[in-house]
T-cell receptor, first 111, second 112 residues
Framework: KNEVEQSPQNLTAQEGEFITINCSYS?????LHWLQQHPGGGIVSLFM???GKKKHGRLIATINIQEKHSSLHITASHPRDSAVYIC?????????????FGKGTLLTVNP | ETGVTQSPTHLIKTRGQQVTLRCSSQ?????VSWYQQALGQGPQFIFQ???????GRGNFPPRFSGLQFPNYSSELNVNALELDDSALYLC???????????FGDGTRLSIL
């Protein structure tokens, strides 16, 4: 079993729909990242959070540390939101860094 | 403000060769992390350098090595290339080891 599981793997939505992507993890973490990757490879960091909720424009990220679960929501989705969304967890404990990634969720928003 | 830049953008090598990939960190950033992303997969953490010292390493063999320079730019070296090393190699810089990361566009390495 992977340390970081994302669901769904693929998601197709119509423009304007509310989108939710889920991430579950099995290890202790100090923080969780949500990343966006467009075709061609470029990755953009959307959020880094360790508790509660963060909002940036139409994007909202939440995390429940006790349940080891995070969600990324997109309100009023738009075709330009089409991308792969990746969850990654940052290890807790010790000073050495380790970031473990999920396999990503491919989101397609149709006009 | 200059972002993270990686070179080269594309590279083709053959099995057994050695390769060096380069990354210039964003201005003011002292930490560089390297990742390997195989086609259709999520990235995997290779290692991180903080102030010229390795600060963490993923499950990669010793033929993957790195270096960070006093200006905080970094190199990833891979020896004895194997077909499975074909991937997109991503570099990210940050203000510190546990700070939000800024990614470069990657180097696509193909092994023939």
């Amino acid at each position: 079993k992977n340390e970081v599981e994302q669901s769904p793997q693929n998601l197709t939505a119509q423009e304007g729909e509310f989108i939710t992507i889920n991430c579950s993890y099995s290890v202790g973490i100090s923080a969780l990242h949500w990343l966006q990757q467009h075709p061609g490879g470029g990755i953009v960091s959307l959020f880094m959070l360790s508790s509660g909720k963060k909002k940036h424009g139409r994007l909202i990220a939440t995390i429940n540390i006790q349940e080891k679960h995070s969600s990324l929501h997109i309100t009023a989705s738009h075709p330009r939101d089409s991308a792969v969304y990746i969850c990654a967890v940052l290890n807790s404990g010790g000073s050495n860094y380790k970031l473990t990634f999920g396999k990503g969720t491919l989101l397609t928003v149709n006009p | 403000e200059t972002g993270v830049t990686q070179s080269p953008t594309h590279l083709i090598k053959t099995r057994g060769q050695q390769v060096t990939l380069r990354c210039s960190s964003q201005s003011g950033h002292n930490t560089v992390s390297w990742y390997q992303q195989a086609l259709g997969q999520g990235p995997q953490f290779i290692f991180q350098y903080y102030r010229e010292e390795e600060n963490g390493r993923g499950n990669f063999p010793p033929r993957f090595s790195g270096l960070q320079f006093p200006n905080y730019s970094s190199e990833l070296n891979v020896n004895a290339l194997e077909l499975d090393d074909s991937a997109l190699y991503l570099c990210a810089s940050s203000l510190g080891p546990f700070q939000p990361q800024h990614f470069g566009d990657g180097t696509r390495l193909s092994i023939l």
